[in-house]
């Protein structure tokens, strides 16, 4: 059973940086990608990244690209999320959630923490 544990998240103003964590269990860790999503009040859940399995390749979220940065520890089953220059848009619950496969294909085995909140204000 894949058991996620997001943390890190808080309140910020904007322009501001904070790092999420994300511990994965349950699963081999480093043969999946990895991928961060976020869920803003009232509106559905939307992709911020993608890490592959040895994170030497990613993707963002045009929303966030040049912003935020993902990386990975293997050996400590840990997916970051570096947020930087923090935007009142950003505020939202975020979650991590591992693909079905090592590459980036954005399949999901819908696994789900239970997320961090970012607050930003303006």
């Known amino acids: 059973q894949v058991q996620l544990v997001e943390s890190g998240g808080g309140s910020v103003q904007t322009g501001g940086s904070l790092r999420l964590s994300c511990v994965a269990s349950g699963l081999t860790f480093g043969d999946f990608a990895m991928d961060w999503f976020r869920q803003a009040a009232g509106k559905e859940r939307e992709f911020v990244a993608a890490i592959n399995w040895g994170g030497h390749a990613a993707l963002y979220a045009d929303s966030v690209k040049g912003r935020f940065t993902i990386s990975r520890d293997n050996t400590e089953n840990t997916v970051y999320l570096q947020m930087n220059n923090l935007k009142p848009e950003d505020t939202a619950v975020y979650y991590c959630?591992?693909?079905?496969?090592?590459?980036?294909?954005?399949?999901?085995?819908?696994?789900w923490g239970q997320g961090t909140l970012v607050t930003v204000s303006s």
């Open positions: 959630t591992p693909e079905r496969t090592a590459t980036i294909t954005r399949q999901y085995s819908n696994a």
